[in-house]
């Protein structure tokens, strides 16, 4: 194959040749850098695929370097180490700009910018290339003639000059900007890649009003860490311009190190902007939302009904959250904050209802998935009932549904909530005597319903043969009706018992039903 790529090169002119050297060029390269491999070539056919690779070699310095700024990591020869592959990747880069910049002038590094396909490096190489600021502004100049928009080249060569020479670059703009050079949106982009911190935002802000709105509107947001006066002035700077999701970016890792106003601000300010933008909602914002929840969660200076008031606005979003949401816990702890979640559900039994208007149906979506995923019996501690706070809170909740004429639903979801009580300890039967109590001391068919109701879906998806019938569910009513025989002393629970036993019998009688009709069909 060599031989035949060394009587094939000596007839390649024009792309084709610079094609062929490109390919040998990458092909040594990486050869050479993992010579260890199995795979790699031996020295020998290496080296003649060098005179090759320096025969087909471009005359165009610009053809020659251009590969160091196509690709994030170009293999280079004999560099294994990830460490020093940056180190020698950016020695290399810049040695590179340097020969051009010292043969071409600036018309070549600003061809390389917008010939390459990551233009960044190049700006960092030419900002490591000088020794002062003055050719980075003519770089600019050049760049920005004529009303030209900065790109990823002349954002990050103005990063890199202020990094290096600092007020001596700033002065630069500092002129631009005063003598109409340069427009507030150019010089604005100018400094977005710049260092987070007060000496840049102080040096935004110095510029004026419009230098300032359009740095802010357009910045992108970063995770820092900061103090507390930092953070304050970021968040009070995105907010300020609409922008609270990038302020959530900018805190959420980590948000230990952000003041929980601050987060709570956010978070408050977010939801608007979520509900105005719903198209802004991906997995990295979701994410960065669980996150800031996470942390709030853990921090006593945050009073535990504005943690969740907060869950609920973004209960959405929050759906595969890892572990318990506040709000859940705090269901079965205030019953005003139950029937306020029942509200938000479900008209009143009677009377005119409001107009439902699109955020009214999002709450609604929200307050229904939370009421569904309430699965925490109220009064428990430590897998122990206490009945007197059970008593307390559901006999509230009855009460306070009663007044927004919500009774008959209130029931029902106090009885969803039961559901999830653990078996007795004392003679194994479900439900536990605390339970059994509380439905002859309540007395409501509604809340029996909802128990009942609620043990059915607890059983979810259940797979079985095709002509199985119904056996699971005369399984599930034998054992429903042991444990109503068991709680024969509380005549309602036995009851409640008996007919969900008489429904799952019904069920496997269907079951046994349509297997039969499978049988006949099969």
Known sequence: VIDLLE???????????KDVWSVLRAEVNRNRRFQDADWAMGEADLNRLDAIVARLEPKEMMTQIAWLFDDYHPDLPGIKDVEQELQQLSIKRKEAVQRLYAAEGISGVLELAKSTKLPTFVGYAFAETVDSAAPIDAALEQSLANGGQPGEFEVALSSAADFRFGNEWRSCIETRLRKGEWNPVQIAQLMLAWRDEFSTWNFVDSLGPEVEANYWARKQPRPMKADESAFEFVVTKYLQYGRALAGLDTVWYPASSAPSQILIRLLDAAVQEINAKPDVVNSNLVY???????????????????????EYAYLPLLAHSEGELTIHSLLAEDPSLFVSVLCDVFKPASGEEAEITKERQAQATAGYRLLSEFHKVPGTKNSEIDPDALKKWVTEV???????????????????????????????????????????????????HGIAIERVNMRGVTTRGPYDGGDQERAIAAQVRQWSDAASAWPRTSRMLKEMAAGWERDAEWHDIRARQDQIRG
């Open 7 to 17: 009587a094939f090169s000596e007839k390649l002119s024009g792309s084709d040749r």
């Open 288 to 310: 960065h939302i669980e996150q800031v929840f996470a942390d709030l969660r853990l921090r006593s200076d945050v009073a535990r009904i504005d943690i969740a008031t907060r």
């Open 398 to 448: 009855r009460e306070l549904a009663g007044q927004k004429d919500r009774s008959a639903i209130a029931d029902e979801y106090i009885g969803h909530a039961l559901a999830y009580a653990p078996p007795d300890d004392k003679d194994g039967a479900w439900p536990h005597r605390v339970i059994r109590d509380l439905i002859e001391d309540v007395a409501s068919a509604k809340m029996e």
